[in-house]
């Protein structure tokens, strides 16, 4: 319930807003308030005068998200156009936290310079550095300069990876900044052969995962050693597809949550599902994982927001 006083915008602010269809999800109770900046000062600006004491949570497409069925307190900040700007300056790409992993890649690719691990990640590069997203072995962490955004008080900062700290899945990302841009340092390709793989990469993820159904992509990190750039450790190789199934979890369901049969670390919307559905399934597979294995799995999607009272 909205219980504070906000701020005058020149972007869009919508109390109570329902955020369900904007994850892939399709799950979820309401935002006290839903945020849409027109650009980076009017974001500034309300953030600076947001009593202190209001949590702030900024989403991207919610590729990677699961908003609890209470929703979620305090402002959700979502940003769209005027921050989804993609640029190309030498070894450079600069982009907006808005932009889609894809649209980077495929940019960078035109311009022969190679971000293509990017082209099959679901979401927006601001969420991307948040969680050192990776693929086919390259991550953000290796092609990332700096970060700029706000602090939650509305001061104007540059993040460099030495602030972030990158682990595998993971960044240190300071409580309550918004990024607003990402600027990144690319290695040279050739554009034909840039094009050539990522075609092949989309390819062969549409073979092996669920691209047609309503998940959240991976469900839980790979439980492997991982070095402190965020690279795989190449000693090891476990999968957390590989001890679900041996957990005897690939097709598992509660309500209308499924463990994806084509994929089983794919937590998956079946129809009609609940986040109490998905969160709770989730919960049964790392119970089960570590019952039969000892292992403990680890969250890779972000779940935020209040549950239901009973």
């Given at each position: 319930m909205l219980?504070?006083?906000l701020p005058p915008v020149r972007g869009t602010l919508t109390p109570n807003r329902d955020l369900s269809d904007l994850t892939w999800m399709r799950v979820g109770g309401a935002?006290?308030?839903?945020?849409?900046?027109?650009?980076?000062?009017d974001l500034a600006a309300f953030l600076a005068a947001l009593p202190a004491d209001v949590p702030v949570f900024t989403m991207g497409v919610g590729s990677n998200l699961i908003i609890r069925d209470g929703g979620v307190?305090?402002?959700?900040?979502?940003?769209?156009?005027?921050?989804?700007?993609?640029?190309?300056?030498?070894?450079?790409?600069v982009a907006g936290a808005a932009a889609l992993d894809a649209r980077v890649a495929r940019i960078a690719a035109a311009a022969g310079r190679d971000l293509t691990f990017l082209r099959t990640i679901p979401g927006t590069i601001g969420g991307a550095?948040?969680?050192n997203a990776g693929c086919y072995g390259?991550?953000?962490?290796?092609?990332?300069?700096?970060?700029?955004?706000?602090?939650?008080?509305?001061?104007?900062?540059?993040?460099?990876?030495?602030?972030?700290?990158?682990?595998y899945r993971h960044s240190d990302m300071p409580d309550g900044f918004v990024v607003t841009s990402v600027t990144m340092k690319a290695p040279a390709g050739d554009p034909e052969t840039l094009e050539t793989r990522m075609a092949d990469q989309l390819a062969k993820r549409d073979e092996s995962q669920p691209t047609k159904d309503r998940t959240a992509g991976s469900t839980f990190r790979n439980p492997a050693g991982f070095?402190?750039?965020?690279?795989?450790?190449?000693?090891?190789?476990l999968k957390a597809w590989k001890v679900?199934?041996?957990?005897?979890?690939?097709g598992a369901t509660r309500g209308g949550a499924v463990m994806n049969v084509k994929h089983s670390n794919?937590?998956?919307n079946a129809g009609g599902a609940t986040a109490a559905d998905l969160e709770g399934l989730g919960e049964d597979v790392r119970k089960k994982v570590y019952d039969s294995s000892g292992i403990t799995l680890e969250w890779e999607i972000m779940r935020v927001g209040e549950t239901t009272p009973e």
């Open positions: 219980n504070f006083d935002a006290d308030v839903l945020f849409q900046p027109a650009d980076s000062d307190r305090g402002v959700v900040i979502r940003m769209g156009r005027g921050f989804n700007g993609c640029d190309v300056d030498g070894d450079h790409v550095v948040r969680m390259a991550y953000m962490a290796d092609v990332f300069h700096s970060a700029r955004g706000f602090t939650r008080t509305g001061e104007a900062i540059t993040l460099t990876a030495t602030d972030l700290n990158f682990a070095s402190s750039t965020g690279r795989a450790d190449d000693t090891h190789d679900i199934d041996n957990a005897g979890m690939r794919f937590l998956t």
